[in-house]
């Protein structure tokens, strides 16, 4: 059989077309190959997120749980329960967070501790305290007492809820008024079939928002009957020394005189004993004058009196300068408070103080008060003669009788006002005067006061 001859080109053709078909097999199996690697690149990728998404979430659990830890401490301190803690093992934002949750717990519960300690501190000394204190509201329900308190309205019982009325309805009518009156107070009242002296104060102030009010009633029966008792022994003193002093001398001069009467030619000196037995007489009789003014004191008759006119009237009487008055007349007792001022005026010019630094002030306070104040650059006064000197019959002056600043506070609390001294920075001494505010002036006439009185 004769071979069949192809011809070249067909030949050509048919190695171009296999080996095209050769080339065409080799990349479908490329293909398939990078199929196979891209699906296992898919699986891997599936996996690896699979497990990310598990590491996140297994992560973001914790931190939530943290973040949960935290918010239920701070619910609890909002309950005031600080001992939860948040345990962890974070170096990063949130551990930070965490550790700043403890911080504060462990401080909150730190002050709370402190505090309870000052409470039971503060609770255990009103317990104690002699002054009897209620704490109650406005509408006069009491929320606090202690323990004298409960002794002196309910013979030891609790006070807490129980109405002010309900305390006060069987206490006498003076102690009522008192405490009821929105005024510090001084009285005295029968209880239990004694008399009592009672210092009676009350204070407003807020509590959440809320007006509360603290009434304060505490006895002065024993302290008194003591400063009584001193204050006798002082008179009783004084008074002997200065009779003594006077009738001495009187003994003595009738003595001498009786013995001029038997030598004629000595007669003459009859009439310096005289003298002296007058002069002796007259001291004694001022003397006890100026105690029996101290006792007879009477109340103060106020009127409208304008500030100036009055001071320049009370400057021919005594030198000073003047700082300042009010505009605004006053409304007081113009003879008792012009001798207030003149004792006061001269207890300076006896202590020493040049004239031109003896200063009166009148002002009118914010509360409407008229604060009346005396300066002067004097020798001043020790501690324990500011807390003394305004007792009866304690003078620091070698003749003085200690009646001028006792008396000057026997006006000033006649008034409703009180005295205070207290030493200047510098030397010399002010003493402060406060009046109450202007009440309904009755007219008075104004008689001439006496010299101060030492």
């Given at each position: 059989m004769s071979a069949i001859r192809v011809p070249l080109r067909v030949r050509h053709a048919l190695v171009v077309a296999l080996s095209s078909a050769a080339a065409s097999a080799g990349s479908l199996a490329a293909a398939r190959a990078q199929v196979s690697l891209a699906g296992c690149a898919l699986v891997a990728l599936g996996l690896t997120l699979a497990a990310g998404a598990l590491a996140s979430r297994l992560l973001l659990g914790r931190a939530l749980g943290l973040l949960?830890?935290?918010?239920?401490?701070?619910?609890?301190?909002?309950?005031?329960?600080y001992t939860l803690r948040v345990r962890h093992d974070r170096r990063d934002e949130?551990?930070?967070?965490?550790?700043?949750?403890?911080?504060?717990?462990?401080?909150?519960?730190?002050?709370?501790?402190?505090?309870?300690?000052?409470?039971?501190?503060?609770?255990?000394?009103?317990?104690?305290?002699?002054?009897?204190?209620?704490?109650?509201?406005?509408?006069?329900?009491?929320?606090?007492?202690?323990g004298a308190a409960r002794a002196f309205f309910a013979a030891g019982e609790r006070l807490g809820g129980r109405t002010l009325d309900d305390l006060l309805a069987g206490e006498p009518e003076e102690l009522r008024a008192a405490i009821t009156s929105g005024r510090d107070a001084l009285v005295s009242v029968e209880r239990r079939g004694?008399?009592?002296t009672l210092y009676v104060a009350r204070r407003v102030f807020r509590l959440n928002t809320q007006a509360h009010v603290l009434v304060s009633v505490r006895s002065l029966t024993r302290e008194i009957a003591r400063k009584e008792a001193e204050l006798y022994r002082n008179a009783i003193r004084m008074i002997s020394h200065e009779l003594n002093n006077s009738l001495a001398p009187i003994s003595s001069?009738?003595?001498?005189?009786?013995?001029?009467?038997?030598?004629?030619?000595?007669?003459?000196r009859l009439g310096v004993v005289f003298d002296t037995i007058e002069e002796r007489s007259a001291h004694l009789v001022r003397f006890l004058g100026a105690y029996a003014d101290l006792a007879r004191l009477p109340p103060p008759a106020p009127e409208r009196v304008a500030w100036r006119p009055f001071l320049e009237r009370l400057r021919g009487?005594?030198?000073?300068?003047?700082?300042?008055?009010?505009?605004?007349?006053?409304?007081?007792?113009?003879?008792?408070?012009?001798?207030?001022?003149l004792n006061l005026l001269k207890n300076a010019a006896e202590a020493g103080s040049p004239p031109d630094q003896i200063e009166v002030a009148v002002?009118?306070?914010?509360?409407?008060e008229i604060a009346l104040t005396v300066t002067d650059r004097g020798c001043g006064l020790p501690d324990e003669a500011l807390g003394k000197?305004?007792?009866?019959?304690?003078?620091?002056?070698?003749?003085?009788?200690?009646?001028?600043?006792?008396l000057c506070h026997e006006i000033a609390t006649a008034h409703g006002g009180a005295l205070a001294l207290r030493r200047r920075e510098g030397g010399g001494v002010e003493v402060e005067c406060r009046l109450p505010p202007a009440?309904?002036?009755?007219?008075?006439?104004?008689?001439?006061?006496?010299?101060?009185?030492?």
């Open positions: 949960r830890a935290v918010a239920g401490g701070l619910a609890s301190f909002a309950e005031s329960d949130l551990g930070d967070l965490v550790e700043r949750h403890n911080r504060l717990g462990d401080a909150l519960r730190a002050q709370r501790d402190d505090l309870y300690q000052k409470e039971l501190l503060l609770e255990t000394a009103l317990d104690a305290a002699p002054v009897a204190m209620v704490l109650h509201t406005e509408a006069g329900r009491v929320v606090l007492d202690n004694e008399i009592e001069l009738i003595h001498s005189g009786r013995l001029l009467l038997d030598r004629p030619e000595h007669r003459e009487l005594a030198p000073f300068a003047l700082r300042e008055a009010p505009v605004e007349p006053g409304c007081f007792d113009p003879a008792q408070i012009q001798q207030l001022l002002r009118r306070l914010p509360t409407g000197a305004l007792l009866p019959f304690y003078s620091t002056k070698q003749q003085g009788r200690g009646l001028g600043l006792a009440a309904t002036p009755t007219p008075a006439a104004t008689p001439t006061p006496d010299a101060g009185v030492t």
